[in-house]
């Protein structure tokens, strides 16, 4: 009955922009805490970034000036602008969402950064 919609992943070269969109739906309790999550080849799923429903927000230090995240409680969406953006931002980035009750993840969405 969850589901957690991702878009806006692709293929972006050295110095360029994507915005990541993913959506929550189907949860029963209020979405607290939501954010973006990543795994590039051969390494462990890292925090990118994450953000509350209060808008408290943290970031990995390796992307912090460079992306932003964002969320629509209304629609229990949340986003991540990624500006110039390089090779090792390369992964599979997933969304994540929790209420008190759960911890859910999406599909993940690929991001490729060409140098």
């Known amino acids: 009955q969850v589901q957690l919609v991702e878009s806006g992943g692709g293929l972006v070269q050295t110095g360029g922009s994507l915005r990541l969109s993913c959506a929550a739906s189907?949860?029963?309790?209020?979405?607290?805490?939501m954010g973006w999550y990543r795994q590039a080849a051969g390494k462990q799923r890292e925090l990118v970034a994450i953000?509350?429903?209060?808008?408290?927000?943290n970031y990995a230090d390796s992307v912090k000036g460079r992306f932003a995240i964002s969320r629509d409680n209304a629609k229990n969406t949340v986003y991540l602008q990624m500006n110039s953006l390089q090779p090792e931002d390369t992964a599979v980035y997933y969304c994540?969402?929790?209420?008190?009750?759960?911890?859910?993840w999406g599909q993940g969405t690929q991001v490729t950064v060409s140098s």
């Open positions: 994540n969402a929790e209420s008190i009750v759960a911890h859910y």
């Open positions: 189907g949860m029963r309790f209020r979405i607290n805490t």
């Open positions: 953000i509350t429903s209060f808008g408290s927000t």
